[in-house]
């Protein structure tokens, strides 16, 4: 019986590749769209699964129609073998940076403010310094980009709010100003600032659930004891972008950020205002998994982002 079970311990046995495989059917949730990312006939990727799960003793995908489902044992597995790849990665990296060789591909992530209106701009100055420093950029909601970071990803991120996620590291960057935003036309548009109580009767757009924007705008009306719900919400959108076209076809009025509406402002097409009492204001943070292993290109981004902060 004992050298039976040595017999199925010493057997289990697997190899980065498969790993990197089978992470890539885990996060693309398709054995096609992994065949494509590692570049192999999707017949290969589902031979390489089944030889991996034969060589642990269990299955660890859950096939239900179109839908890929860890199991139990699968979890574990995707859970150590991120880190063993985080590992990998980070030597080859170390290695590459030990030899002078500062290049290869960092994944980063922003939520629509920064990732539209400022880290463009950025990039580009970190271009100029990292040359051989490829950055892809992903913009979306701020809940994407934390979940991104947590998944793996993307190695770091920048977003609108504080995340309370335990795994989050975070570092404060540039600061922020939510005004009212209102079309040119506007019977406001000529006025300083309004009253709370005057949004309750207009038309107004709301950001997507999910956006940083519109979670600190929510958090200042109801730290002043009016909340969202009683505003007159005529749609919700999902960027500032369409937001903003929203505001000058005459939709509604909204909270946006100054960054994200200095063009309109320069060339007339919306005004702003501020709300009686409130100043809202906020920062953008560098967020990271403490989890991780930062590479060391992933550390050169996040020096670059942190030294070039204003706080």
């Not at 991104?148 to 100003?177: C, P």
């Not at 909270?255 to 994200?260: D, E, G, Y």
Request: with cysteine; hydrophobic share 40%; net charge positive.
């Amino acid at each position: 019986m004992k050298t039976s079970e040595n017999r199925r311990i010493t057997s289990v046995d697997f190899d980065l590749r498969q790993l990197e495989i089978f992470c890539k059917v885990v996060e693309l949730g398709s054995f096609s769209k992994a065949a494509n990312a590692v570049c192999l006939a999707q017949a290969s990727v589902s031979e390489r699964i089944a030889t991996l799960e034969s060589m642990v003793g269990t299955r660890l995908l859950d096939r239900l129609g179109r839908q890929i489902l860890l199991t139990g044992a699968g979890k574990i597995l995707y859970k150590r073998a991120i880190l063993l790849l985080d590992m990998k990665r980070t030597a080859c990296l170390e290695m590459q940076d030990f030899l002078g060789l500062k290049k290869g591909n960092v994944h980063i992530g922003g939520s629509t403010i920064p990732g539209e209106y400022i880290l463009p701009e950025v990039i580009g100055r970190f271009r100029e310094e990292y040359p051989l420093i490829s950055v892809f950029l992903t913009v979306a909601d701020t809940n994407v980009i934390e979940s991104g970071i947590l998944d793996g990803q993307f190695e770091i991120g920048v977003v609108g709010s504080v995340s309370t996620h335990k795994s989050l590291i975070r570092h404060k960057l540039w600061k922020d100003e939510l005004v009212l935003a209102v079309p040119c036309g506007h019977r406001w548009a000529s006025k300083v600032e309004i009253h709370l109580k005057e949004l309750g009767g207009e038309p107004f757009i709301l950001r997507e659930r999910g956006s940083g924007t519109l979670r600190i705008m929510e958090d200042y009306f109801q730290a002043s004891g009016k909340g969202t719900v009683n505003l007159n919400v005529v749609a919700r959108l999902g960027s500032s972008t369409a937001v903003k076209e929203g505001i000058k076809a005459g939709l509604g009025v909204s909270i946006l950020s100054l960054r994200a509406i200095d063009t309109e402002l320069e060339t007339g097409k919306l005004s702003v205002l501020k709300i009686n009492g409130i100043t809202m204001t906020r920062s953008f943070y560098l967020i990271r998994d403490k989890r991780r292993i930062a590479s060391p290109l992933c550390r050169a981004m996040f020096d670059f982002l942190s030294a070039g902060s204003n706080e």
